[in-house]
């Protein structure tokens, strides 16, 4: 499963592939069947392949800046190579703020399906967790602690061995599924609801964010951010990119149309269609709902393992994150210290570790924290069409495409969770450019920042879609052209 050179292992394409798939199957297979049928309806599955082919073009772009520099935490600092640190500050806060959060959020989700099974008000009351309920998952986050400290060959090792339990339980739950969906006499079509006429395209091209999707695949970047410690990363990691969106595709289609086949049709006539259905653990509760008493049991156990190991691979990920942030200079250089034994950042791991804790203990609901997380997974996507445009010019008319594609899901959030994003990241920048004025200037420090947070601000206050790709064109020309690119090179080079 490893590679040993210098001295250290290093992670093959299966293990990088697993790492991908096993963010993958995380808290979102439990609730993204239900919320994208409540978003899309019918179109639930042109939803799920939408995702797909967008983060597999966010993924081809990223894996372009890898074959570059096959570095850690490559996501992050792909702004800060092919531009400067100050320029690529807004991604990299995005694209680790995201995945910490993501932490939190999947030990908020086992908490949540643990306080379903036991039908209490100990650990959840009016969608908040409880003391109970934050000291429970707070446990759960002292185990991601414990997996991840010592490092990439004792995580890859436990991961391998969860991953086949992750995709055995998808796999038993769709087969018990489809096995009741085949052989019980209909009522009724499930799919041919008179409220299912409804829906249309727009209702899939929204669910990407509302119902989780983009939360749901965002696994497909972790082996990217073990770049520098997974053998031949020019080729394998686009590989373990693609196979495992692909596995995860075919996954993730089959248990939709098991959900919305298997609900019993006299439910959805009550609730009004999809629209109306609202169970608190969908699965556990479908499976309860059934009668299958014993596959209720398994995704009990499941709503442990999944969110668990997605929550110390993502803590990982993010620890990797920010030491390439303190290594370009974007935090604090003590943070960029690797253990000699080990080869990680422990300091990156426990500062991560503290800061999961915090937002757990302010979240509230994991659907509410999962939109909010998935804005800055967007913004941080964006670092990828945008470095490679910058580093490889003839690749700028396909980053053109993705990045306007990134646009226009943004505009889809929540206009309170988007004005979240755009403020926290002004606040952010803003910051980092005082500490910097003395140094940089505050001519190149406007150069450098103001493009982007104007771009960002635009996305909120314009709501008319052919601005918003004119605005998306317009600022992805303009920073991917040769002369905003050298100067920003120039200040780096001076840096």
Known sequence: ??????????????????????????????????????????????????AAVLVLMVGLCLARVVSIYPVRGALAQACAFSYNSIFGMPFSFANWFGILMVVATEAQATTQYLSSAIGSSLLIESHSLTIWGKLLALSILALYLLINFYGIRWLTKINNIVTVLKIFTPLFALTVLLIVVFTRNHIGSNFSLPSSQEFEFHSAFSAIIGAGLIYSYNGFQVSVAFASEIKNPKRNIPLAITLSIIIITLVYLSLQFAFMEAVPHQVLIENGGWQGLNFASPLLDLATLLGLHFLALLLLADSITSPSASGYTYLGASSRILFAMAKVGQMPRWLAVLDPVHNISRRSILVNWVLAAIV??????????????????????????????????????????????????????????????CASLSVLVSIYAGLHITKAGIHKLIIFTFPFLAYLWSLYLISNVWLIISASTGFYLLISSRYYVEFCKSYKARD
């Open 360 to 421: 757990l203990a302010n979240a509230d609901s994991w659907a509410a924290l999962m939109v909010i997380v998935t804005g800055y997974h967007i913004v941080s996507y964006m670092a990828a069409p945008i470095s490679m445009g910058a580093l490889e010019p003839n690749t700028r008319w396909f980053g053109l495409i993705v990045f306007i594609l990134l646009g226009l899901l943004m505009q889809t959030l929540q206009s309170s969770s988007l004005l979240l994003v």
């Open 1 to 50: 499963m490893h590679h040993k050179k210098g001295g250290k292992k290093k992670a093959t394409l299966l293990s990088a592939t697993l790492l991908s798939a096993t963010c993958m199957i995380g808290s979102g297979w439990l609730f993204s069947a239900q919320l994208t049928a409540r978003y899309a309806g019918n179109w639930a599955f042109v939803a799920w392949i939408l």
